[in-house]
């Protein structure tokens, strides 16, 4: 069965600095497109993907600069750093297994929240 679970969400001040991780189980972790997508009272947007050659990444405009997605293959984990957070970043994190739109898999979502 595939799972995804996501960590490292929390409360932070404006201006700082988190780490999310999500780790995989239950397929072939190389051989798909690996994403993070955000739902904010505004509405859901997908934040970055990178892509199963691991050489290609996306960014929404709004994180690009800021936000860096990262995967370590042994550990069959996805990462998303997150710099220079704001107010407007605040939303449920969710892990995905696919690009937009063709998502297999998803995870459960981690609590992000900037405010001081």
């Known amino acids: 069965e595939a799972q995804l679970v996501e960590s490292g969400g929390g409360l932070v001040q404006p201006g700082g600095s988190l780490r999310l991780s999500c780790a995989a189980s239950g397929f072939t972790f190389d051989d798909y497109d690996m994403s993070w997508v955000r739902q904010a009272p505004k509405g859901l947007e997908w934040v970055s993907t990178i892509y199963s050659g691991r050489s290609n990444t996306y960014y929404a405009d709004s994180v690009k600069g800021r936000f860096t997605i990262s995967t370590d293959n042994a550990k069959n984990t996805l990462y998303l750093h997150m710099n220079s957070l704001k107010p407007e970043d605040t939303a449920v994190y969710y892990c995905?297994?696919?690009?937009?739109?063709?998502?297999?898999?998803w995870g459960h979502g981690t609590q992000v929240t900037v405010s001081s």
């Open positions: 995905a297994a696919g690009g937009s739109p063709n998502v297999s898999y």
